[in-house]
């Protein structure tokens, strides 16, 4: 009896990951980009969508987390005002302790960086934000670490950021 129990328990834990897997694949399969991620990080589900860590399963990934989405707007506002509406709202929620704003031409053109400190529930978390457009449409780039592993992972982060290409 305690070894049908066991099994069953095996089974259901292996089919909850194994969906979970499926389920984050299909997700990464939906996006009009591909990101190449380091060998150590893995993929997650993150706010209704995929997000990657280098931190171990049964760690709190939001600890140390890239994100990259399209953002779904029914209206679009001219780029430059919808990037400092952005950060006006992330501010009036996290009060940043320290933060700069910097306009850059890279790869995707002109994008938006969005460098900042917060503490949030007594930890503090430092963020790379970079906005920027693909024909027309509106992305947003993020990297957010718990203070001390920010600069521990930051290359590898930045490393997904330049690995973008768009389908």
Known sequence: ????????FVLAFLSCTSTKTVETQNWINSQNFTII???????????????????????????????????????????????????????????PTSQVVL?????FGEAYVHKYESTWNGIKYKKYVMNFQY???????????????YDKHFKEAISILNSIKFK
Do not use: A
């Open 103 to 107: 306009i850059e031409n890279n790869h």
């Open 1 to 8: 009896m305690k070894k049908s129990i066991l099994l069953l």
């Open 37 to 95: 991620k380091p060998s150590n990080w893995r993929s997650v589900k993150h706010h209704g969508y995929v997000g990657y860590t280098p931190l171990k399963n049964g760690t709190n990934f939001y600890n140390n987390v890239v994100s990259v989405f399209q953002f779904q707007l029914k209206d679009k506002p001219e780029f430059k005002k919808f990037v400092f509406d952005q950060i006006k709202k992330s501010n009036e929620v996290l009060n």
């Open 135 to 149: 024909k027309g449409e509106y992305y947003n780039y993020t990297y957010s670490s718990i203070l001390e592993k």
